[in-house]
């Protein structure tokens, strides 16, 4: 399997703009996340999906975040519009039944 | 609210030395604790994982030992070797798949 993958690797925008992050899990994982990563405040959970339905959403910081999984393959995080202090790494990350959890290589964001 | 903490914040010691990271965390109610491994610039790798019920995990020179009444973990890494130079995270699992992560130890091995 070629594991977690992520697109962009790295995304670089201008404030305002509209930002969609992709993320394909590991085939046969059930379950899904959303993490951001930054100097202040380390790897936050943003949100995670078990068999494509949201299931925890609170570390979702605003209204301009939205996270959708249509199926089992595939997963997008949308921010609308973009800020500055919205540059930061985003994970995406896959798991299935025993809670182990794998890591894509991230999309770094640039917000001008 | 768990909260999730590493000493210390970096470390460097010379190759071959045993060294031990601690993860300590505030609310001993965890379904499991996970080590990861981040080589800067990269994602994270699961290194072992200990599930609520297991005292120690063990995986080549890594074991991650678990005491959840105290609420701490440690991982110790027997025979340093420069490629063990990363930074270290513990992540607990607090409830179905939800994680909190500690800030980590940056660890340097030097040669």
Same mark, same amino acid.
């Given at each position: 399997?070629?594991?977690?993958?992520?697109?962009?690797?790295?995304?670089?925008t =201008?404030?305002?703009?509209?930002?969609?992050?992709?993320?394909?899990p590991?085939?046969?994982?059930n379950?899904?996340?959303?993490?951001?990563?930054?100097?202040?405040?380390?790897?936050?959970?943003?949100?995670y999906? %078990?068999? %494509?339905?949201?299931?925890?959403?609170?570390?979702?910081? =605003?209204d301009?975040?939205?996270?959708?999984?249509? %199926? @089992?393959?595939?997963?997008?995080?949308?921010?609308?519009?973009?800020?500055?202090?919205?540059?930061?790494?985003?994970?995406? @990350?896959?798991?299935?039944?025993?809670?182990?959890?794998?890591?894509?290589?991230?999309?770094?964001?640039?917000?001008? | 609210? #768990?909260?999730?903490?590493q000493?210390?914040?970096?470390?460097? *010691?010379?190759?071959?030395?045993?060294?031990?990271?601690?993860?300590?965390?505030? !609310?001993?109610?965890?379904?499991?604790? #996970?080590?990861f491994? #981040? !080589?800067?610039?990269?994602?994270?790798?699961?290194?072992?994982?200990?599930?609520?019920?297991?005292?120690?995990?063990t995986?080549?020179?890594?074991?991650?030992?678990? !005491?959840?009444?105290?609420?701490?973990?440690?991982?110790?890494?027997?025979?340093? #070797?420069?490629?063990?130079?990363?930074?270290?995270?513990?992540?607990?699992?607090?409830?179905?798949?939800?994680?909190?992560?500690?800030?980590?130890?940056?660890?340097? *091995?030097?040669?």
């Open positions: 399997d070629a594991g977690v993958i992520q697109s962009p690797r790295h995304e670089v =201008e404030m305002g703009q509209e930002v969609t992050l992709r993320c394909k590991i085939s046969g994982h379950s899904l996340f959303w993490y951001r990563q930054t100097m202040m405040r380390g790897l936050e959970l943003l949100i999906f %078990n068999n %494509n339905v949201p299931i925890d959403d609170s570390g979702m910081p =605003e301009r975040f939205s996270a959708k999984m249509p %199926n @089992a393959s595939f997963s997008t995080l949308k921010i609308q519009p973009s800020e500055p202090r919205d540059s930061a790494v985003y994970f995406c @990350a896959s798991g299935g039944s025993s809670y182990e959890q794998y890591f894509g290589p991230g999309t770094r964001l640039t917000v001008t | 609210k #768990q909260e999730v903490t000493i210390p914040a970096a470390l460097s *010691v010379p190759e071959g030395e045993n060294l031990v990271l601690n993860c300590s965390f505030t !609310d001993s109610a965890i379904y499991n604790l #996970q080590w491994r #981040q !080589d800067p610039g990269k994602g994270l790798t699961s290194l072992l994982l200990i599930q609520s019920s297991q005292r120690e995990q995986s080549g020179r890594l074991n991650a030992s678990l !005491d959840k009444s105290s609420g701490r973990s440690t991982l110790y890494i027997a025979a340093s #070797q420069p490629g063990d130079s990363a930074t270290y995270l513990c992540a607990v699992g607090t409830g179905g798949f939800k994680t909190i992560f500690g800030a980590g130890t940056r660890l340097f *091995v030097k040669a």
